[in-house]
């Protein structure tokens, strides 16, 4: 296959950013849009010369498309991603892929069992300090993860509505969850602590928290605690720290610090995750390994269960646990 044609399921922000992305490709073709806003998919469409469709079942029956991407918020996935694996069309889900853990579970296994290539929008995993630092910490014991995600409240009205984005830590924090997974193991259990402040006044319908404290374990017996605030208009951070008895490891975006008894080091380094990510899944469907994709469709769940899990321990005020391997899918 010389090059792939690509088709969306949404048009919004995030889809547009990987339009862009995607020009930048070799191998990549804009192909076909669909989104539930006929005058958006139309601009988008005429923007990037690409084929726009009435419904997403017209684009996947067309015939035009290798591959889809698909870009809706988490509310509206019902039905997406299994037509897609049954046309055996490869498909690149945004993040998080759903709301509803065992939905997303049965997703994940039509993809698996329909054989095509599958990947997710955990996209900082493609940062080249996220790959220093997994091989740093290949061979060290992880004692302590401290980890955050502050900052302010995104323009859209869905994510201000629980029912509808699952709150920052489902909608956003999930980048940082899914880094305490890929780098530091799998999670045993989960205490959260969420409370409305300042989002109460200034929006009074929302039903989302807007500050939240998660303190959890690691199957490894690592413990950590994660903060997270979406209100916060003066102060931002996202960074992950991996603490061990002789070596500090410190992630914040593109940044890498490294300190042990050896080297006291910080480093820039390249920052074109998106780049990296769409790249891998772009060769990966070209030439059929799966192994190419950082995170698939399998580890997106995985790390939603976390979320989910978290957002359950805040409203019951229960420490969830999770149960191992095979019983976790």
Same mark, same amino acid.
């Given at each position: 296959?010389?090059?792939?044609?690509?088709?969306? /399921?949404?048009?919004?922000?995030?889809? @547009?950013?990987?339009?862009?992305?995607?020009?930048?490709?070799?191998?990549?073709?804009?192909?076909?849009?669909?989104?539930?806003?006929?005058?958006?998919?139309?601009?988008?469409?005429?923007?990037?010369?690409?084929?726009?469709?009435?419904?997403?079942?017209?684009?996947?029956?067309?015939?035009?498309?290798?591959?889809?991407?698909?870009?809706?918020?988490?509310?509206? *996935?019902?039905?997406?991603? @299994?037509?897609?694996?049954?046309?055996?069309?490869?498909?690149?889900?945004?993040?998080?892929?759903?709301?509803?853990?065992?939905?997303?579970?049965?997703?994940?296994?039509?993809?698996? @069992?329909?054989?095509?290539?599958?990947?997710?929008?955990?996209?900082? *995993?493609?940062?080249?300090?996220?790959?220093?630092?997994?091989?740093?910490?290949?061979?060290?014991?992880?004692?302590?993860?401290?980890?955050?995600?502050?900052?302010?409240?995104?323009?859209?009205?869905?994510?201000?509505?629980?029912?509808?984005?699952?709150?920052?830590?489902?909608?956003?924090?999930?980048?940082?969850?899914?880094?305490?997974?890929?780098?530091?193991?799998?999670?045993?259990?989960?205490?959260?602590?969420?409370?409305?402040?300042?989002?109460?006044? @200034?929006?009074?319908?929302?039903?989302?928290?807007?500050?939240?404290? /998660?303190?959890?374990?690691?199957?490894?017996?690592?413990?950590?605690?994660?903060?997270t605030a979406c209100m916060s208009k003066k102060f931002g951070r996202g960074d992950v720290e991996l603490i061990g008895s002789d070596f500090y490891v410190a992630i914040k975006g593109a940044t890498l610090r490294i300190v042990d008894n050896s080297q006291e080091l910080e480093e820039k380094l390249g920052a074109a995750y998106t780049l990296e990510q769409d790249k891998a899944f772009i060769e990966a469907v070209r030439t059929g390994r799966q192994e190419r994709v950082l995170c698939g469709?399998?580890?997106?769940?995985?790390?939603?269960?976390?979320?989910?899990?978290?957002?359950?321990?805040?409203?019951?005020?229960?420490?969830?646990?999770?149960?191992?391997?095979?019983?976790?899918?």
């Amino acid at each position: 296959m010389n090059k792939v044609r690509i088709g969306f /399921i949404g048009a919004g922000g995030m889809a @547009e950013h990987h339009m862009k992305t995607l020009q930048k490709l070799e191998h990549a073709k804009l192909a076909a849009v669909h989104d539930v806003s006929s005058e958006r998919a139309r601009q988008i469409g005429k923007q990037y010369q690409m084929q726009v469709y009435d419904s997403s079942e017209q684009l996947l029956q067309s015939g035009m498309v290798d591959a889809v991407f698909i870009c809706t918020p988490p509310f509206a *996935r019902d039905g997406i991603e @299994e037509s897609v694996a049954r046309r055996g069309i490869h498909l690149l889900s945004e993040k998080p892929v759903g709301l509803d853990l065992e939905a997303a579970r049965s997703k994940s296994r039509i993809i698996k @069992e329909s054989g095509i290539i599958h990947s997710s929008g955990y996209c900082l *995993r493609y940062l080249e300090s996220v790959q220093k630092a997994k091989a740093y910490l290949a061979d060290k014991t992880v004692d302590m993860v401290l980890a955050y995600r502050i900052g302010s409240l995104p323009p859209t009205p869905w994510f201000r509505q629980m029912d509808k984005s699952g709150g920052q830590l489902v909608e956003q924090s999930t980048h940082q969850v899914d880094l305490i997974r890929y780098l530091a193991g799998e999670f045993r259990e989960v205490h959260a602590r969420y409370e409305q402040r300042a989002i109460r006044k @200034e929006y009074p319908d929302a039903t989302i928290p807007d500050v939240g404290i /998660i303190s959890f374990s690691l199957q490894s017996g690592a413990v950590g605690s994660f903060s997270t605030a979406c209100m916060s208009k003066k102060f931002g951070r996202g960074d992950v720290e991996l603490i061990g008895s002789d070596f500090y490891v410190a992630i914040k975006g593109a940044t890498l610090r490294i300190v042990d008894n050896s080297q006291e080091l910080e480093e820039k380094l390249g920052a074109a995750y998106t780049l990296e990510q769409d790249k891998a899944f772009i060769e990966a469907v070209r030439t059929g390994r799966q192994e190419r994709v950082l995170c698939g469709y399998d580890e997106a769940v995985a790390t939603l269960e976390v979320t989910l899990a978290a957002n359950e321990s805040a409203s019951t005020g229960r420490t969830l646990t999770f149960g191992t391997g095979a019983d976790r899918q």
